[in-house]
Nanobody
């Protein structure tokens, strides 16, 4: 069973920065893609961005330029660097991995979520 553990959330003032981490543990043959999502109170979960095993990244337009996704494949870890945070960025942030435990057998796992609150 692959588990994802997130860290780095917290309370930050508007304009501040946070760096979230999500590390996978368990038997993994290969990770293909790592995603970040967020869910604000009363809203649907939305995609923040993704990074592939080849290092290609994509961040949704509304967060582009402020949020950056990176990874350390040797540590099975993905990061979300968030700068110039706004109150509307307040949400629970989740990571999701697409991976294979053996060749040809794919699965998704979600992290437990980490709260980010942007407030003065």
């Amino acid at each position: 069973q692959v588990q994802l553990v997130e860290s780095g959330g917290g309370l930050v003032q508007p304009g501040g920065s946070l760096r979230l981490s999500c590390a996978a543990s368990g038997i993994i043959f290969k990770i293909y893609q790592m995603d970040w999502y967020r869910q604000a109170p009363g809203k649907q979960r939305e995609l923040v961005g993704s990074i592939t095993d080849g290092g290609s990244t994509n961040v949704v337009d509304s967060m582009k330029g402020r949020f950056t996704i990176s990874s350390d494949n040797a540590k099975n870890t993905v990061y979300l660097q968030m700068n110039s945070l706004k109150p509307e960025d307040t949400a629970v942030y989740y990571c999701k991995f697409l991976y294979a435990i053996v060749s040809g057998r794919f699965a998704n796992s979600w992290g437990q979520g980490t709260q980010v609150t942007v407030s003065s």
